[in-house]
C-alpha cells in the first residue's frame, strides 16, 4: 500500500530517508553488531549519537554559546510544570499569553509551582490570534513571561517573540520548532516535544540559558526538600540528560532528522520551504468564500493551517472523501472542530499541492 499524504498534528509524517535509516539501524545498528534498541545508552555508539543530536541543533538554531540542549521525557506536558518547577522559588510571579489550549494547560500547572497569571487571554477574541504590542503588560515581578511559538490547535502563530522588554522569555514550541531560524539568545527556556518537527514522541527538547541553569540551582533548589531529581534541570544538565535512561531510540531519530534538516541546507532553506507551501494552501482558503479560514491573517500559522467549511455539515464529507483520496488526517483538533492541515518540515510541497488539487474538486462538487 503507498504511504498517503499525511497532514497529521502529530506525531506526524517524517522524511522517508529517516525512517529507511531506522529501519536499517533495527537489525544492526553501525558497526556495534547489536539492534539500535538494543544498545546500551552508556554505549561509546550512543554517545556519538546524543553528542551529535546536541551538536546539530545547536548549528541548526544557532544557539549561544553557554546555552544547554538536553533531551528528556515526559513530553511536552511535563516541560509545563517543571519550567516553573525550576525557574521560580515558591510565592514567586510568572505570568502567562493565554494563546490556545497548550498555555492553558501550562498555567494551570505553573500555578501549581508558583504565583503564575494570565495577562492576555486570546479566548475573549475566539482564539483567532496572538496579541498585538501593548495589548499585555508583564507584572515587574513577573520571573519570566510564558509564550508558546505556535498554537497548533488554532493554527496560529507569534511572527516575532513577545515584546516584554528586559523579562525572561520561557517558550513552548512544540509544534513549530526548527521551522525556521529562531532568535535562541532572546529566551532563557525553549522546549519542544519532538513528534512535530523533530521526530517521534517520546523526547522532548529543552534549551537552557545560562541564567535558567542558575534559576534552578538557586530558585529551584530553594522549594522544601530540593528539586525532584527527574525534575531537576541543573541535574540533566550535569548529567548530559543520562541521569536515567534516555529514550535512545528517539534520541537517534532526532538526530537524523536534524542531520536531513542541514543536510537539505538548514533552517533558512526549510524557512522558505515551508512559507512557500502555507501560501499554498491560505490561496486557497482566501480564494473563495466556500472556505473560511479560522486565524486573522498576521497570526496565521505557517506549520497547522485551521479552517471551516461555509456549510459546517460538508466538514465530515471533506475528512471522510479526502481520506479516501489518500489526504489523511485533517479533522480539526477534537475540542475545536473544523478542518486542520498539518504541514511540517517533513510534509513534502506535493502533499500541499494534492490538498489543494483536492479542495478545488470537492468545492465543484459541493459548492
Ligand atoms: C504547542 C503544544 N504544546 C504542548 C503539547 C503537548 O505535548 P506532549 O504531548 O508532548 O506533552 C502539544 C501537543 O500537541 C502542543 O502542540
Not at 552508556?42 to 549519537?49: L, M
Not at 500555578?111 to 492576555?120: F, Y
Not at 483567532?128 to 495589548?135: A, D, L, M
Not at 479560522?294 to 456549510?311: F, K, P, Q, Y
Request: with cysteine; proline share 5%.
Amino acid at each position: 500500500m503507498a504511504r498517503a499524504h499525511n497532514f497529521s498534528a502529530g506525531p506526524a509524517v517524517l522524511p522517508l530517508s529517516v525512517v529507511e535509516q531506522l529501519q536499517e539501524a533495527l537489525p544492526e545498528f553501525r558497526d556495534t553488531r547489536l539492534g539500535l534498541m538494543e544498545l546500551s545508552h552508556r554505549s561509546a555508539a550512543f554517545g556519538e549519537v546524543i553528542a551529535s543530536a546536541r551538536e546539530r541543533l545547536k548549528r541548526l538554531l544557532a544557539v549561544p554559546e553557554g546555552y544547554e540542549v538536553l533531551f528528556l521525557q515526559g513530553g511536552a506536558s511535563l516541560q509545563f510544570y517543571m519550567s516553573a518547577l525550576n525557574l521560580t522559588a515558591p510565592g514567586e510571579a510568572a505570568d502567562y499569553v493565554l494563546t490556545g489550549s497548550w498555555t492553558k494547560k501550562a498555567l494551570k500547572e505553573a500555578a501549581r509551582a508558583c504565583d503564575a497569571k494570565a495577562i492576555w487571554d486570546g479566548g475573549e477574541t475566539g482564539w483567532k490570534r496572538v496579541p498585538r504590542p501593548g495589548e499585555y503588560a508583564p507584572r515587574d515581578e513577573a520571573v519570566y513571561v510564558y509564550y508558546t511559538s505556535n498554537n497548533t490547535i488554532f493554527g496560529t502563530r507569534w511572527a516575532e517573540p513577545p515584546a516584554v522588554g528586559e523579562h525572561h522569555l520561557v517558550c513552548d514550541a512544540s509544534s513549530d520548532i526548527c521551522w525556521g531560524p529562531m532568535d535562541v539568545a532572546r529566551h532563557d527556556v525553549i522546549f519542544a516535544g519532538a513528534q512535530k518537527n523533530l521526530g517521534p514522541s517520546g523526547v522532548t527538547a529543552v534549551i537552557l540559558s545560562p541564567w535558567a541553569v542558575e534559576r534552578s540551582r538557586t530558585a529551584g533548589q530553594s522549594r522544601p526538600g530540593g528539586l525532584p531529581s527527574m525534575l531537576d534541570y541543573g541535574l540533566m544538565v550535569d548529567k548530559g540528560s543520562m541521569f536515567n535512561t534516555p529514550n535512545t531510540f528517539g534520541v537517534f531519530a532526532l538526530e537524523r532528522v536534524l542531520a536531513w534538516l542541514e543536510d537539505l541546507g538548514g533552517l533558512a532553506v526549510m524557512a522558505e520551504r515551508n512559507r512557500e507551501k502555507a501560501a499554498l494552501l491560505y490561496d486557497e482558503l482566501d480564494r473563495t468564500d466556500f472556505w473560511r479560514p479560522h486565524a486573522e491573517r498576521d497570526s496565521r500559522s505557517l506549520m497547522n493551517v485551521t479552517w471551516r467549511c461555509a456549510d459546517p455539515e460538508l466538514e465530515p464529507v471533506f475528512v471522510k472523501e479526502a481520506d479516501a483520496a489518500g489526504l489523511v488526517a485533517l479533522k480539526g483538533h477534537r475540542s475545536v472542530g473544523g478542518l486542520r492541515a498539518s504541514i511540517y518540515n517533513a510534509c513534502p510541497r506535493e502533499s500541499v499541492e494534492a490538498l489543494v488539487d483536492f479542495m478545488r474538486d470537492f468545492e465543484r462538487r459541493h459548492g
